[in-house]
């Protein structure tokens, strides 16, 4: 796709790198057929051929108006057009440049910009887990259509006390703490069985991907910095990487190289913790795990959330993991597209959110299953909203039934 870029951004790396993405684009539509947003509502503007065209428009000079930010504003950021392209197009990096671009040349209301920058406030801060308690100590209390909203607190494992040899930094994130601890202290359980101890880092915090999404950069930058300070002690003294048990943030961890390339005191160090950043099925499929049948009797139907299966690539994963030890696996139809989440899509996009969210668990109970396992926090409380399903963290299926091997 040839592109003349407009003079305000064409002499900028940001522009010579949007520059590259729209040069791959061929226009070919292959995208449009996977696309959730152009799916459900049949507008090429909804589609990532159409918001590629508005994102080039806006680069080249024509005014952006309040449609444009809609549009892209409706992106589920899936990145299951990135899949699906045959020129490896990074509409994902391409959407963020344009949302910035559009951020500024159609300043949102001092209403909304309050709203979205309270939003990460509030997720990230401390508020979020004092709030989420109270609502969950007068659950019962509450019309059904209300309390299915609040996510019921399941039962917490102890966490191994011995220090292995080996050790790896968790994130322990924002919102994953309150809304499902038994997560990370499933993960810690399973890998102390392979010889590895977890490790956290107190002054890590959110990765960074809500503020980012929401094209607030200057808190997704100084969030990432943080987190790289704080990690950083931890691999010089030996820590071999970190994992992430929620691949939101891993997609996000993965790509801090990328996105603090021209920060001149951070690019080097964000390069290599984005180099040795894994999602927690990829440490378990490479090591020695045994083989067990103790999962036998139980279906299970995998939502493989698009952050891993399209934004880290990575596909097949956990239900390599869950035959390895005997669960019966439920077939999925269009197991690609999107559950609707999306990180703070959810919220700002309600509407869509909720149809996306219905025809995943249209899909994933088909095939009555006894349960439904994801890689994703916030995947996992969308849908368990509304299904009549168990949704859990596929870890704490592993946790259940793993052997005692170490």
């Known amino acids: 796709m040839q592109t003349k870029l407009a003079a305000f951004i064409s002499d900028t790396s940001t522009g010579r790198e949007a520059q590259?993405?729209?040069g791959r684009c061929v226009h070919c539509g292959f995208?449009?057929?996977?696309?959730?947003?152009?799916?459900?509502?049949?507008?090429e503007l909804d589609g990532p051929r159409g918001r590629i065209y508005l994102i080039k428009s806006m680069l080249e000079g024509t005014a952006c108006s309040k449609s444009t930010l809609l549009h892209?504003?409706?992106?589920?950021?899936?990145?299951?057009?990135?899949?699906?392209?045959p020129s490896g197009v990074e509409y994902g990096r391409l959407l963020e440049i344009g949302r910035q671009v559009a951020e500024k040349a159609v300043p949102r209301s001092i209403g909304q910009r309050l709203s979205r920058r309270s939003l990460v406030w509030f997720?990230?801060?401390?508020?979020?887990?004092?709030l989420l308690g109270l609502g969950r100590s007068v659950r019962k209390y509450l019309p059904e259509k209300v309390a299915r909203y609040i996510p019921v607190r399941y039962a917490v494992s102890e966490k191994p006390t011995t220090r292995r040899p080996r050790q790896m930094i968790v994130l322990e994130g924002c919102v994953q703490p309150a809304l499902s601890p038994n997560i990370n202290a499933a993960a810690a359980r399973v890998l102390d069985?392979?010889?590895?101890?977890?490790?956290?880092?107190?002054?890590?915090?959110?990765?960074?991907?809500l503020a980012l999404h929401l094209s607030i950069e200057d808190s997704a930058r100084q969030t990432m910095r943080r987190n790289i300070d704080a990690w950083w002690p931890l691999l010089e003294s030996g820590a071999e990487g970190i994992v992430m048990t929620a691949s939101g943030c891993g997609v996000t961890v993965k790509e801090y190289g990328q996105v603090l390339a021209d920060d001149s005191e951070y690019a080097e160090k964000a390069k290599r913790v984005s180099s040795v950043t894994w999602d927690l099925s990829e440490i378990l499929l490479r090591e020695p795990m045994a083989a067990s049948s103790a999962g036998r009797g139980v279906s299970v139907a995998v939502q493989t959330p698009c952050t891993l299966q399209h934004g880290q690539g990575i596909n097949g994963s956990i239900e390599e993991i869950l035959s390895r030890l005997g669960f019966q696996q439920v077939t999925v139809?269009?197991?690609?597209l999107c559950c609707g989440s999306a990180g703070s899509y959810a919220i700002l996009q309600s509407s869509i959110a909720k149809r996306?969210?219905?025809?995943k668990l249209n899909a994933l109970q088909a095939g009555e299953p006894n349960v439904i396992a994801t890689a994703n926090v916030g995947c996992q409380v969308h849908l368990a909203?509304?299904?009549?399903?168990?949704?859990?963290?596929?870890?704490?299926?592993?946790?259940?039934?793993?052997?005692?091997?170490?």
């Open 385 to 406: 909203a509304q299904s009549t399903v168990p949704v859990r963290h596929w870890i704490e299926l592993v946790d259940s039934v793993m052997p005692l091997s170490h």
């Open 20 to 22: 590259a993405i729209l």
């Open 123 to 130: 997720l990230t801060g401390g508020l979020f887990p004092v």
């Open 193 to 209: 069985r392979l010889g590895i101890s977890l490790i956290s880092a107190s002054d890590a915090g959110c990765c960074g991907a």
């Open 356 to 359: 996306l969210r219905q025809d």
């Open 333 to 336: 139809e269009n197991p690609h």
């Open 72 to 85: 892209l504003d409706r992106c589920l950021t899936c990145r299951s057009c990135e899949t699906t392209c």
């Open 31 to 43: 995208c449009t057929a996977t696309c959730p947003t152009y799916q459900l509502l049949g507008n």
